[in-house]
């Protein structure tokens, strides 16, 4: 049963960079200069040698006499959930049809395991119909599994050669995209000519550079966020007796939370990057949070919103090393520590092999989170971030310092705390106008690339802070969105993750207003997401986006 948002959902018609309205016949590759990765070029020429340097492509009117090719596409959704994934598939199959009638496109089912499995349907019009405008991954599924090893990329390639496929396209974050790049140059590698092109999907924003401007579903994620925390806000400011602390998701970069501060003034968001550039230690945070509790409390105001970004824990100096250790030791004595059934028995296990200022970092912390730093790791080995109640540390230590002070005659207000987490509900969103507008046209260019005859490129759609209508079509090579990282122990090429910059404006205009939103009250509530209406109200981009890509 279909709601009435939903149906009308289905008839929204995106809208696209003026290039590709054209017929796709009409619409040819410009392609510049040969490139360079941002780091670690000698590095990446060899480990790329067929794919390296490829040339920015930008879509311009002029013939393309392989548009009209019949191909055969395979697609998948990798990761987590961003809202618009249907339309990056929406947009990439009306491009192939545009093309050729004949041409077909596959979704392999949950993720990347999906083609290790080759379990695949055919995307048709009349299916895809039943999803466009709307959110969620449900099309097709998603999932995180990592191809990495030889025989998988192996096994990639036996299997899109077996479906006779002339191109494979990757919706994912970072990761994904690194593979997309992998992939490209293995098929090169083993004389195949299947195209691989990747699109940047992630809500936490922290896939971009100078020709990816935002990845797409943080537009409405962060729209979806920032109305919830301005309805918090407003009953904050109604009731006046509580403090709300607000876990946003992003796992590592806090775009999500500068861009809701930026949205809904808090009256403190904490940002990692921060924190990572101060070195500033848990006592430290929770120092600043202390001061802003008893100014607002000295003006009898004991009520306030505060942001904390999910990744934040790996971010503060002794808990990283403490994470970084325990992944370490946890990896290496998996079978052992599998043997181990109280938390009693890890944590004392754990105690004894931590370094010493690991295990004073472990010991310092309420035992609900030590629990959490020992639970099951992602497939990758890693901690788990968003199941970490960081929020709740805060409060607990927010609470421990005002009793102390209170008992010292320092503090005579109330701290009176509630602790949420914003993540899941704004992943699957109905995507918001400019999601649907940039995710059809990153599909429908990622049909362009192929038809083009590029491989190794990510969508590419810019100049996204200004009105569709004067949007850019085109792609970028991903070995220059790459560099060269440790992760796990081995030197590994990877795409960069663009972190908060101290030095961008987003940041620069959080902080230069965040000591006012601190003790004055100065919440801003922005709403829901509108799809209908004027302008202003329904197209406007992320702040984020209109800070860092306006005219200087
Ligand atoms: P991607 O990087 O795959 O886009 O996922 C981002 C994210 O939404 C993070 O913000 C969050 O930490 C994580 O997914 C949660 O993962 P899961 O869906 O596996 O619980």
Known sequence: MTSPLQNDRYA?????????????????????????????????????????????????????????????????????????????????????????????????????????????????????????????FDMIGS?????????????????????????????????????????????????????????????????????????????????????LIGNIERDANSAKKYWHFIKLMGRSASHIALECALQTHPNACIISEEVEEKQLTLREIVDQLVETVVARSENGENFGVVLVPEGLIEFIPEIK?????????????????????????????????????????????????????LMDRDPHGNVQVSRIETEKLLIEMVDGR????????????????????????GRCAFPSNFDADYCYSLGYTAFLLVASGLTGYISSVRNLARPAAEWVAGGVPLTMMMNIEQRHGKMKPVIKKALVELHGKPFATFSAHRKEWAVKTSFRYPGAIQYYGPDEVCNRPTITLDLEHQAP
């Open 402 to 425: 005002l009793k102390e002070m209170a008992s010292r005659g320092k503090f005579s207000g109330k701290f009176s705390a509630l602790q949420h987490f914003f993540g899941y509900e």
């Open 143 to 227: 999932g995180r599994t990592k191809i990495e090893t030889d025989d998988q990329f192996a096994r990639v390639l036996e299997v899109c050669t077996q479906r006779t496929l002339d191109a494979l396209v990757v919706i994912g974050g970072d990761d994904s995209n690194t593979n997309a790049a992998v992939l490209a140059e293995y098929f090169l590698s083993k004389g195949s000519e299947i195209k691989v092109v990747g699109v940047p999907k992630t809500i936490d924003g922290d896939l971009k550079n100078d020709y990816i401007e935002t990845s797409f579903g943080f537009d409405t994620a962060t729209k979806t966020y920032s109305e």
């Open 321 to 373: 090393a403490l994470i970084s250790e325990l992944n370490d030791l946890l990896a290496e004595n998996a079978d052992y520590f599998s043997t181990l059934h109280t938390f009693e028995a890890q944590s004392e296990w754990v105690n004894q092999k931590l370094s010493r200022d690991s295990s004073y970092a472990f010991s310092s912390l309420p035992n609900e989170i030590q629990r959490q730093l």
């Open 12 to 136: 929204y018609n995106p809208k696209l960079p003026p290039v590709l309205q054209s017929a796709v016949g009409n619409i040819t590759a410009q392609l510049g200069d040969a490139t360079e990765a941002v780091a670690d070029q000698a590095g990446l020429k060899q480990l790329f040698t067929l794919t390296y340097g490829k040339p920015i492509a930008t879509f311009a009117e002029g013939e393309n006499k392989d548009a009209g090719k019949q191909i055969r596409v395979g697609v998948i959704l990798s990761g987590g959930q961003a809202p618009g994934g249907h339309n990056v598939i929406a947009g990439l199959l009306d491009g192939i049809k545009a093309g050729n009638p004949e041409s077909g496109l596959w979704g392999y089912l949950g993720g990347p395991a999906g083609i290790l499995e080759d379990s695949a349907i055919e995307i048709t019009p009349r299916f895809v119909d039943d999803y466009r405008n709307t959110g969620g």
